[in-house]
């Protein structure tokens, strides 16, 4: 059974960084994909940063320059770099995997920026 683990949560000042990870478990593939989203609170699940098998990789207008999206394929890990974090940034931030086709998602870790 494919299982998503995320880290690397918390609460920070504005302006600070934060690294999330995410590891997928349970499985021999190489996910073809794997994306962070952020849900802020009372808003929707929105996609922050995405990452191919092959290294391309996407960002919301709001994180670009900001938020740097890595992967290690034979680890099938995604780790996402935030930095210069600002309240808008808060939310329960979940990866997703896409695995043969499937997707799957993680738990979710909460990020808190606030002074």
């Known amino acids: 059974q494919v299982q998503l683990v995320e880290s690397g949560g918390g609460l920070v000042q504005p302006g600070g960084s934060l690294r999330l990870s995410c590891v997928v478990f349970?499985?021999?593939?190489?996910?073809?994909?794997m994306c962070w989203y952020r849900q802020g609170p009372g808003k929707q699940r929105a996609l922050v940063a995405d990452?191919?098998?092959?290294?391309?990789?996407n960002y919301a207008d709001s994180v670009k320059d900001r938020f740097t999206i890595s992967r290690d394929g034979a680890l099938n890990t995604a780790n996402l770099q935030m930095n210069s974090l600002r309240p808008e940034d808060t939310g329960v931030y979940y990866c997703e995997a896409i695995v043969r086709g499937d997707k799957y998602w993680g738990q979710g870790t909460q990020v808190t920026v606030s002074s």
């Open positions: 349970g499985t021999i593939f190489r996910a073809t994909a």
């Open positions: 990452v191919t098998d092959g290294g391309t990789t």
